[in-house]
């Protein structure tokens, strides 16, 4: 059964050295900090009625600290993750030192149920990684967006 829910996101490329890089974001908080597909592209959820790709630029300010650049953004269309949530995505070509990132942060009740908050980053680190190794690190789903950049960029 499908949350409903849907996000917009927004994959930084880079051509390094012949190759292609992607820009992938690890989750922040202590429920992915030990998980193996603690990353994901920079994305946000957004309402009916908001534009997508507005979103998709805020929220990548928001979890990275820069602006995406300028420029045409490429459509890679939809994917649906296995919680049912539905991701539209864009690419565009830019560049960014990841040790310069930062992101917005927000109130999570650690432990669960125990009326403790602490302030938690939304992402806690950004890296650059060729598509494939970006592909066996974010959500499962979201390995085939890479997929579709690296083939409308051969």
Same mark, same amino acid.
């Given at each position: ?21 992607? $820009? @992938? ?26 534009? =997508? ?14 602006? =995406? ?6 459509? $890679? ?14 690419? @565009? ?22 009326? &403790?908050?602490?302030?938690? =980053?939304?992402?806690? &680190?950004?890296?650059?990684?060729? =598509?494939?190794? #970006? ?7 979201? #390995? ?8 409308? $960029?051969?």
């Amino acid at each position: 059964m499908g949350s409903g829910k849907t996000s917009a996101g927004l994959i930084l490329y880079r051509r390094r050295e012949g190759r292609i890089e992607v $820009l @992938i974001a690890h989750m922040g908080g202590p429920l992915w900090a030990k998980r193996k597909r603690g990353w994901s592209i920079p994305k946000g959820e957004y309402d009916e009625g908001e534009e =997508p790709l507005a979103c998709a630029r805020r929220e990548f300010e928001e979890e990275t600290g820069f602006a =995406p650049p300028a420029g045409d953004p490429i459509d $890679l269309g939809e994917i649906v993750q296995k919680s049912g949530k539905r991701v539209r995505a864009w690419a @565009i070509e830019g560049d960014l030192d990841p040790d310069l990132a930062h992101s917005n942060t927000f109130q999570l009740e650690w432990p669960p149920r125990s009326g &403790r908050f602490v302030e938690t =980053p939304e992402v806690d &680190r950004v890296e650059w990684f060729t =598509p494939d190794a #970006a592909g066996e690190r974010v959500i499962e789903a979201q #390995a085939e967006l890479f997929d579709r950049l690296a083939g409308l $960029l051969d």
